[in-house]
């Protein structure tokens, strides 16, 4: 079946950069979106950002737009989230997540239901 691989976590100070991976395997319908989500400790899983099979549609949570950009390489079945001027409050667990469906793969939703398959997370902690 599907699997999403995330990559590129780790330590870093405020101000600097990350870039995550995110990989996809398995058979899906080829046309999906996907997206990054996060989660810090106590609190709710959050949407960071989303981008369409075609790269075409692209959304942001307003406290990454600026800083965050995803992007994605069909041909390695990747999506990347290059992530810039981080802050302590970007600290937590990064998920990436893709969708089932023409659909969804199409627009590219900015809520968890929207997503089917998920990756196992990988950890941004940003020290100030």
């Known amino acids: 079946q599907v699997q999403l691989v995330e990559s590129g976590g780790g330590l870093v100070q405020a101000g600097g950069s990350l870039r995550l991976s995110c990989v996809v395997s398995?058979?899906?319908?080829?046309?999906?979106?996907m997206a990054w989500f996060r989660q810090a400790p106590g609190k709710a899983r959050e949407f960071v950002a989303s981008?369409?099979?075609?790269?075409?549609?692209?959304a942001y949570e307003d406290s990454v737009r600026g800083r965050f950009t995803i992007s994605r390489d069909n041909a390695k079945s990747t999506a990347y989230l290059q992530m810039n001027s981080l802050r302590p409050e970007d600290t937590g667990g990064y998920y990436c997540?893709?969708?089932?469906?023409?659909?969804?793969?199409?627009?590219?939703?900015?809520?968890?239901?929207?997503?089917?398959?998920w990756g196992q997370g990988t950890q941004v902690t940003v020290s100030s």
């Open positions: 997540a893709a969708t089932s469906s023409a659909m969804l793969g199409s627009v590219a939703p900015i809520t968890e239901r929207g997503y089917t398959y």
């Open positions: 398995g058979r899906t319908f080829s046309r999906y979106a």
């Open positions: 981008i369409n099979w075609g790269g075409s549609r692209i």
